[in-house]
């Protein structure tokens, strides 16, 4: 099918009017209106935080939760929410706040009598008030794995090492910085200040995360006391 020449040059004129119309009425929709000079669009790069948004960044700010450690980021992190959380943790007293911590599995195993039936200090931790020193997982990878099979079956060793992570009463960053008599008996020793504190040899990961009854110093290590 052809298309004649008067129909290509009557299509051109009524999209020549078409574009005269839409300019014009462009023109008088814009008359009277502010100019850019005078009128700045806010954006939402140019507002201000809500003051819902401070909080949550200081809800994410270990340092203004009074935790210390070079690990508090990334705990933060690896658990935002729920039960196991920085936050969720002040919630439970402290064998169950750790329990439901996806970091400290095997500690939990070891203290709720699922290492060693005959070793099970939830009661006790959840009876009193503690410093507790936690080894992270990875802390008790490193451990040679002959040792923790033995902790299986020798249950006084066990709770010598469990009871050693334990000093009664809670103690503040600012105030856990020194020596300390354990559960177990024995005296354990903190040093360092701020991010650096070290439990004996060991590094903080994060200390000071409050559950209903104690105070948690996560370790990238396990203590051991002198037996």
Known sequence: M??????????????TTGLALTACSSSDDTAGTSSPDTMTEQTPDDMAS????????DMMDPAAMGLVGPGCADYAAAV????????????????????????????????????????DLVDTLN????????PVDEAFAAVDPATIESLKTDSATLTSVL???????????????????TVQGDM??????GD??????????CGGVQTANATVYLLDGVLMPGM
């Open 2 to 15: 052809k298309i004649s020449t008067r129909t290509r040059i009557s299509a051109a004129l009524l999209l």
């Open 50 to 57: 809500t003051p819902a948004e401070d909080m949550d960044e």
């Open 80 to 119: 935002p929410d729920g039960a196991g959380s920085i936050e969720g943790m002040s919630a439970d007293p402290v064998a169950v706040a750790a329990s439901n911590n996806p970091l400290l599995t095997t500690l939990v195993s070891a203290v709720s009598g699922q290492l060693n039936p005959e070793v």
């Open 127 to 134: 009876g009193g008030e503690f410093t507790v020193f936690a």
């Open 163 to 181: 009871t050693y992570h334990v000093v009664p009463g809670r103690l503040s960053p600012e105030q856990v910085v020194g020596e300390h008599a």
């Open 188 to 193: 354990v020793t903190v040093s360092g200040e």
């Open 196 to 205: 650096e504190l070290m439990v004996d040899d060991v590094n903080v990961v």
